[in-house]
């Protein structure tokens, strides 16, 4: 064990990083227009029920993994005696830089979108489809936002990822509250809150499923690793299950509120929730415009500053992921391992950006065995790395726990710092989800959706 190896200063330190990797673009721009598109408040069930129930238990035990090993997602498996299982890490920082490498650019889409707002430049909202076009511009603004993670990173677990979270998140908070509370002021709000809030079960298929669970992954950043290699940066002081109920609450608590904040500025505009990936970028400069010159920019910069700091303390999270693999891996020093990191990142996303309608290559991508329409090359990677690898990654470690590992190793990591932990309901909560939810579920959906949408067989 390296005796030697960053810690977070203390639970909140820890908890703030691990909420601030979870809460991030997933939350307030994925999530709104994946609830869109999926119908609504039936999208918002589906999702609650997978984040409590399969997200909650594999959350905690990839921290304690992570914990336990102290090593990075790919190297977590060899100390606690299963190198075979290495094979998961590695997809798991595989998984990361595919993420990053398109999360980056929609990062770079906010920091543009918050210079536009500060110039009351409120009409980039019609002219979404041009600007991301733009490849200079774009190009401009993902590399700024790369090198913001890049330099943080580089400044290594405590002063770095820490402090940034620690002074990001409150704020993010804060902004959020002042935001919906102004949404809730406005006329329509009450058909924005019914779109979100009553169900509609007849929007349910496989598809909404499918979706719903790669978002819950997705939005906890579980799957990959990432919750493995911050625990390995955790003391042994600390309760894993309680910090993963916070985990857990504030991810869901902000996507919640991101809904509940943009449904009735989508609604108040007359606009409709099916916008897409541009779902945000398109309404909300509008909404900002009808607040008058002065209001509409100090709303609309704050609210695209929200974003870029949800963006960050996310991106800071995936980018940790190759770099510890290399650190510890590779034993190649931690600037270095940032720099190499962030170029094969960009070079990654550059399909990605010229994807969106620069290029048509990039553009009609594929039309998977079946469907109407190609999709570009970023809703690409985010069916494969996101909807399909994270759920697949959760599957596998929920095996790992139960079938190599065993319960009792997981349960005395997780009695660390928690003496009394077998004795609480949520000991139990989390063995039977293990056993009995997460593998037949995952396993099922991930059969079902790869044969269904890559493969075209009709099983439902
Ligand atoms: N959870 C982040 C978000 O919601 C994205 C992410 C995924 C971060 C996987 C790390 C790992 O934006």
Do not use: L, M, Q, R
């Given at each position: 064990m390296a005796a030697d190896r960053s810690k977070f200063s203390n639970k909140f330190g820890f908890i703030a990083a691990a909420a601030g990797s979870a809460v991030g673009l997933g939350n307030i721009w994925k999530f709104p227009f994946e609830v869109g598109n999926g119908g609504g408040s039936a999208f918002l069930i589906v999702y609650l029920v997978f984040c409590f129930v399969l997200c909650y238990p594999i959350l905690v035990t990839e921290i304690a993994i992570g914990r336990k090993s102290q090593k990075s997602a790919a190297m977590a498996f060899k100390p606690l005696g299963h190198p075979r299982w290495s094979i998961v890490g590695i997809l798991g920082v595989f998984c990361g830089v595919l993420i990053l490498s398109f999360y980056n650019i929609v990062a770079g889409w906010v920091l543009g979108y918050f210079v536009e707002m500060l110039l009351g430049n409120f009409d980039i909202g019609k002219n979404f489809g041009t600007y991301i076009q733009d490849i200079a511009e774009v190009g401009g603004y993902t590399i700024a936002f790369l090198i913001a993670t890049t330099y943080i990173v580089s400044m290594g677990v405590t002063k770095g990822i820490e402090k940034a979270s620690k002074l990001l998140m409150p704020v993010l908070l804060a902004i959020i509250i002042i935001l919906t509370i102004y949404a809730f002021t406005l006329d329509g709000a009450s058909e924005g809150i019914h779109f979100y809030l009553v169900p509609d079960f007849s929007k349910l298929n496989l598809n909404v499923i499918y979706r719903a669970l790669g978002q819950s992954f997705f939005s906890l950043s579980l799957g990959l690793g990432a919750m493995m290699t911050y625990g390995s940066y955790l003391?042994?002081?600390?309760?894993i299950a309680s910090a993963g109920v916070y985990i857990t609450l504030a991810d869901v608590g902000i996507a919640f509120l991101a809904g509940l904040m943009i449904f009735p500025f989508v609604f108040s505009q007359g606009l409709?929730?099916?916008?897409?990936?541009g779902l945000i970028f398109i309404t909300m400069p509008g909404i900002f415009e009808t607040m008058g010159p002065t209001l509409g920019v100090v709303i609309g910069s704050l609210f695209f500053l929200l974003l870029a700091f949800a963006a960050l303390t996310s991106t800071i999270s995936l980018m940790e992921l190759p770099v510890a693999y290399m650190v510890d891996k590779?034993?190649?020093?931690r600037k270095k391992a940032v720099w190499y990191s962030a170029g094969i990142i960009f070079l990654l996303g550059i399909p990605s950006m010229l994807g969106?309608?620069?290029?048509e290559y990039f553009t009609s991508f594929i039309t998977y065995v079946g469907a109407e329409k190609p999709v570009n090359f970023m809703d690409f990677v985010t069916d494969v790395a996101s909807n399909t690898l994270l759920p697949f990654g959760g599957l596998m470690v929920s095996i790992f726990a139960i079938y190599a590992w065993k319960r009792q190793k997981l349960f005395k990591e997780l009695s660390v710092g928690n003496p009394n932990f077998t004795k609480t309901f949520l000991s139990r909560y989390i063995a039977f989800s293990l056993k009995y939810i997460c593998p037949p579920i995952l396993g099922i959906i991930f059969i079902i959706t790869v044969l269904e949408i890559f493969f075209g067989v009709k099983i439902l």
């Open positions: 003391s042994s002081k600390e309760n409709t929730p099916e916008g897409g990936a590779h034993k190649i020093k969106n309608g620069y290029s």
